[in-house]
């Protein structure tokens, strides 16, 4: 599956935006658990969420406090991740990654990734 990120910008402090992440080149997009990490400048990739095949849910809750919703529509097949009161420490390159079979909070086990959209939050 070939996964496209969208949705990052330039922002202020206590703003929101949404990402999404389309998926195309499969046709059983509803059986993947599709997860966002992100990269701040220096540092290390860091899952923030994920939702699985069957609606699971998790999130980085130390990371994004409640602040940060994901959702998915198969039918369109994105996967969104709707971002609000956001922090400069939120300001990342965010990926999403897609793989078949148990969710996972484990970049490594995620087979297929987007290219990457920056997300950058101004004080």
């Known amino acids: 599956v070939q996964l496209q990120a969208s949705g990052g910008g330039l922002v202020q402090a206590g703003a929101s935006l949404r990402l999404a992440c389309a998926a195309s080149?499969?046709?059983?997009?509803?059986?993947?658990?599709v997860a966002w990490f992100r990269q701040a400048p220096g540092k290390g990739r860091e899952f923030v969420a994920y939702?699985?095949?069957?609606?699971?849910?998790?999130y980085n809750t130390e990371s994004v406090k409640g602040r940060f919703t994901i959702s998915r529509d198969n039918a369109r097949t994105t996967v969104y991740l709707q971002m609000s009161s956001l922090e400069p420490e939120d300001t990342a390159v965010y990926y999403c990654?897609?793989?078949?079979?148990?969710?996972?909070?484990?970049?490594?086990?995620?087979?297929?990734w987007g290219q990457g959209t920056l997300v950058t939050v101004s004080s």
């Open positions: 990654a897609a793989r078949q079979g148990s969710s996972t909070t484990a970049q490594g086990l995620y087979s297929s």
């Open positions: 080149g499969h046709t059983f997009f509803s059986r993947y658990t």
């Open positions: 939702i699985s095949w069957n609606g699971g849910i998790r």
